[in-house]
């Protein structure tokens, strides 16, 4: 599958581009899908303010070259969202199974109001975001990741 790298400044201006039309709809909480979704949600948090952090981890559980029908939550949502506005953030949306357990979690646990923001989406997402940036079929390496050296023979 062919590579996409993003730069620092492109998910920067990305995030703020986010955080403009989140401002609008003043979320009580973001919650930030492990690993992925972190970096834009913490930079979200700062740059919205007035608004809670929290975390959860999603793991497609992997045997010997196998990927479980469906993600498993590893580390749960810390406190109470009952009655409240949420934002779940994640770098990007791709199959959109990670996005499904955590939007099944979060009206289980009460939440108000849910909306959905990421980086980016693939076209044959079953999850596509109340809100994101990038769209592409390719694979997408964030800033975040490893750049692998290509060392010549
Ligand atoms: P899902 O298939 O459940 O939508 O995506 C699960 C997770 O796989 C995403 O949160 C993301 O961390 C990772 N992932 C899926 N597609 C890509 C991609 O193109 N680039 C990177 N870096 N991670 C991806």
Known sequence: M???YLTWWQVDRAIFSLADVLRDYKPDVIIGIARGGLIPAVRLSHILG??????????FYKGIDERAERPT????IHGDIEGKKVIIVDDVSDTGKTLQV???????RGAKDIKIACLAMKPWTS????FYVFRTDKWIVFPWEEFPVVARE
């Open 102 to 108: 955590v939007i099944e979690e979060v009206k289980k």
């Open 73 to 76: 939550i590893t580390i749960p």
């Open 50 to 59: 007035e608004v809670e952090l929290k975390v959860i981890d999603v793991k």
């Open 2 to 4: 062919d590579k996409v």
């Open 127 to 130: 999850v596509v975001p109340d």
